[in-house]
T-cell receptor, first 110, second 113 residues
């Protein structure tokens, strides 16, 4: 069974610091990787997508993918209280549907 | 702006009383999904439509049904809601399965009394 694993947290990070969120997946054939942010009581919102090894940057967010290690991460620079949310990692295996991790709850401490 | 819209935002129903949740999209995406999400859990896929083709997940209870009368609309029918069906129901769309990201609606919070 294909699995996506995340540390559930909570992860507490001081305001202004770098928050690092990690995700591992079980299927080496995985091709598409997504990070979603979900505020309490709200629906998930797409933050980043990444498809090839290496880093992808978008503003304060950087996604890092290492297919050999089956590992994808999300870095949030200059963390703000508004970044406090649950971050969901989602992985697609070929043309199959997305598989979600259970999410990491991030708290930014002012 | 292109959007995925779910109605209602909150729905209260009685145990065993049928309920329908609706979803519409202006993205013109081929694929529409229904997810169930309970507190502190990952979204759980119930089923999806690729155009008119319906794809049911193996572990989705028969109590849950769906209709997609056209590209823009999709409905989730819960025939006899139980207390365990109380959850957030999320509609999402994508251009295609696999490598396309999902675009979620705002969700419908279902309460069963």
């Amino acid at each position: 069974q294909k699995e996506v694993e995340q540390n559930s947290g909570p992860l507490s990070v001081p305001e202004g610091a770098i928050a690092s969120l990690n995700c591992t997946y079980s299927d080496r054939g995985s091709q598409s990787f997504f990070w979603y942010r979900q505020y309490s009581g709200k629906s998930p919102e797409l933050i980043m997508s990444i498809y090839s090894n290496g880093d992808k940057e978008d503003g304060r967010f950087t996604a890092q993918l290492n297919k050999a290690s089956q590992y994808v991460s999300l870095l949030i620079r200059d963390s703000q209280p508004s970044d406090s949310a649950t971050y969901l990692c989602a992985v697609s295996f070929g043309n199959e549907k997305l598989t979600f991790g259970t999410g990491t709850r991030l708290t930014i401490i002012p | 702006d292109a959007m995925v819209i779910q109605n209602p935002r909150y729905q209260v129903t009685q145990f065993g009383k049928p309920v329908t949740l609706s979803c519409s999209q202006t993205l013109n995406h081929n694929v529409m999904y229904w997810y169930q999400q309970k507190s502190s859990q990952a979204p759980k896929l119930l089923f999806h439509y690729y155009d008119k083709d319906f794809n049911n997940e193996a572990d989705t209870p028969d109590n849950f049904q769906s209709r997609r009368p056209n590209t823009s609309f999709c409905f989730l029918d819960i025939r006899s809601p139980g207390l365990g069906d109380a959850a957030m129901y999320l509609c999402a769309t994508s251009a295609r399965t696999g490598n396309s990201p999902l675009h979620f609606g705002n969700g419908t919070r279902l309460t069963v009394t």
